[in-house]
Nanobody
Framework: QVQLRESGGGSVQAGGSLRLSCLAS????????MAWFRQAPGKEREFVAG????????VYEDSVRGRFTISTDNSKSAVYLQMNSLKPEDTAVYYC???????????????????WGQGTQVTVSS
């Protein structure tokens, strides 16, 4: 049974930082691309960042590039999202996702990802 468990969400002021963690179990980590998506109230779930299992080929949504960093720890089957310089518009539920590996090619499409975590809330106040 595949499980993705996120942690690390919370409330911060604008300009602050948070680090999200996602621990994967029940899958062969090296066979998957890992990604973070987010969904704000009343909006579609959107791609934030993705990375190959080896930590290479990081891809970012335009509004977070330069502020967020995605990384992996293969020894723990974990993926992280370091979020700096947070803005109120980053407020959303953040989801970890796993999809079949395409090597260093990272899909930004929701449909590519087979497994999802339960989500963790990030709230940024101005």
């Amino acid at each position: 049974q595949v499980q993705l468990r996120e942690s690390g969400g919370g409330s911060v002021q604008a300009g602050g930082s948070l680090r999200l963690s996602c621990l994967a179990s029940g899958l062969t980590f090296s066979s998957y691309t890992m990604a973070w998506f987010r969904q704000a109230p009343g909006k579609e779930r959107e791609f934030v960042a993705g990375v190959s299992w080896s930590g290479t080929g990081g891809v970012y949504e335009d509004s977070v590039r330069g502020r967020f960093t995605i990384s992996t720890d293969n020894s723990k089957s974990a993926v992280y999202l370091q979020m700096n310089s947070l803005k109120p518009e980053d407020t959303a539920v953040y989801y970890c996702a796993a999809g079949p590996s395409w090597g260093v090619i990272i899909s930004t499409e929701r449909s590519h990802y087979d497994y999802w975590g339960q989500g963790t809330q990030v709230t940024v106040s101005s």
